[in-house]
């Protein structure tokens, strides 16, 4: 019904350094020199949680407005856990988060209890939140290999 494809290209620029595009705008991702890179950007896992913290600023500020709830500021703190022996093969830990935890700070003069039910709705409706915690269909790479 309202179904949008979003597409995104990753280009190696350096040893471990990606420029992302998307519909003209660029974030550099990059790993911090401990793990081989230039610390020209955040890493992608780091990434992954800036894009839950958007997602979720943003949800909130639209549903803020519709339900007459006025924000003066506001912050998304994302933390995740994860073990980077997963990444590295070791077939007993997964190479992705085992867990991922928000932390909502919102200033605004609205009544607590309908800032508590705008954060409520936003956990149901942030698309990025919902496809990490639900899930998603992955659907296997296709690759083309030139020479």
């Known amino acids: 019904m309202y179904e949008k494809t979003y597409k995104v290209t990753g280009r190696k620029v350096g040893d471990v350094e990606v420029d992302i595009e998307a519909r003209g705008h660029k974030i ?3 790993e911090p020199t401990e793990s081989g890179g230039g610390d020209k950007g955040m890493n992608p896992v780091e990434m992954l949680l800036g894009s839950i913290a958007a ?15 006025k924000i003066d500021d506001m912050s998304v703190d994302v ?3 994860l073990d ?14 085992t867990n991922i935890r928000t932390h909502i700070k919102i ?4 009544d607590p209890s309908m800032v508590k039910q705008l954060v409520d709705l936003v956990e149901l409706r942030c698309p990025a939140e919902d496809s990490i915690r639900k899930g ?12």
Do not use: N
Request: glycine content about 10%.
């Open 136 to 147: 998603v269909d992955f659907a296997k790479a296709t690759l083309d290999v030139e020479k």
């Open 107 to 110: 200033k605004s003069d609205s």
């Open 79 to 81: 933390e995740g856990d």
């Open 28 to 30: 550099k991702i990059d």
């Open 55 to 69: 997602c979720q600023t943003i949800t909130t500020s639209i549903y803020a407005e519709s339900m007459g709830i």
């Open 84 to 97: 980077s022996a997963g990444a590295m093969g070791y077939a007993k830990f997964r190479p992705g988060f």
